[in-house]
């Protein structure tokens, strides 16, 4: 992650500013609004958007201009069906990912993201924590000489911190996605390796306990594996189809991958 900083001059995508004077956004953040305007502006060229649609105001874009945008993509991005055999190496590959019932039992370290909050300080944080916590034996049993539930305690944004950072037993529909993918379908138990990412901030992991889900046939989460292949494929479409925009348009105060050919990869 990059430090939120302020830009000498307002971020702008083809003369649109990004920002409202003054404002202070997470280099992320202006990512993100950078490529909705992109896509804004795509979509007025298509023809799909009128042309007095009126700019973005703090990332806010028209409920036409969210419309104009689904359209736009949906007529941009070719994303072809997953066949039957990519389907089935997928859910060979992780077929965890699919199991029903998996619980685990954990407990977390957050560092969280909150306005104004220096991104590249706190994952330098996060990480000294998580290589402190990793290079320490964790005793049988939980108590105050735990060095993880003391770092808990002392460093964590979540109010299970005072509890030694437990969360107790989960399922994957009880975290955020992103959370969620990071810590099921794999046998890893202890403290995690690297951080995990999700909408709240940086945690740092250890996974206690596991019980392992039932893991259906194929041909019962067919549907399920398929969906996750075109998600995939959208993604990648997508990413590459705002490459090519960003290659075409005057972009200042804001850094984007940037392609001059349709030839992307």
């Not at 070719?78 to 389907?87: G, L, N």
Request: glycine share 6%; with cysteine.
């Amino acid at each position: 992650m990059n430090s939120p900083r302020e830009f000498d001059a307002t971020p702008e995508v083809d003369g649109v500013a990004l920002a409202c004077p003054g404002e202070v956004l997470a280099a992320e953040e202006l990512r993100q609004r950078a490529c909705t305007e992109l896509l804004r502006r795509a979509a007025i060229r298509a023809g799909l958007l009128a042309g007095d649609d009126p700019p973005p105001v703090a990332g806010a874009i028209s409920e036409a201009a969210t419309a104009a945008i689904e359209a736009l993509l949906d007529r941009e991005l070719a994303v072809p069906e997953p066949e039957d055999e990519a389907c089935r190496r997928h859910h060979a590959a992780h077929a965890a990912r699919y199991a029903n019932g998996e619980r685990v039992r954990l407990r977390h370290i957050l560092f969280a993201v909150t306005p104004g909050v220096d991104l590249d300080a706190l994952r330098q944080r996060a990480e000294a924590c998580l290589i402190d916590v990793r290079s320490r034996t964790r005793n049988e049993s939980i108590g105050d000489d735990d060095r993880f539930a003391a770092a808990a305690r002392e460093l964590s944004n979540c109010p299970s911190g005072a509890a030694g950072g437990e969360l107790g037993w989960l399922t994957a529909a009880d975290c955020a996605p992103e959370f969620a993918r990071e810590v099921f379908g794999q046998p890893a138990v202890g403290v995690l390796p690297r951080l995990v990412r999700s909408r709240f901030g940086l945690h740092v992991v250890e996974v206690l306990e596991r019980e392992a889900g039932v893991s259906p046939a194929f041909e019962e989460v067919r549907a399920a594996v398929a969906q996750s292949l075109r998600q995939q494929a959208f993604a990648t479409a997508l990413r590459q189809y705002l490459q090519l925009l960003a290659g075409a348009a005057h972009l200042h105060g804001v850094a984007l991958d940037q392609a001059d050919t349709p030839l992307v990869q």
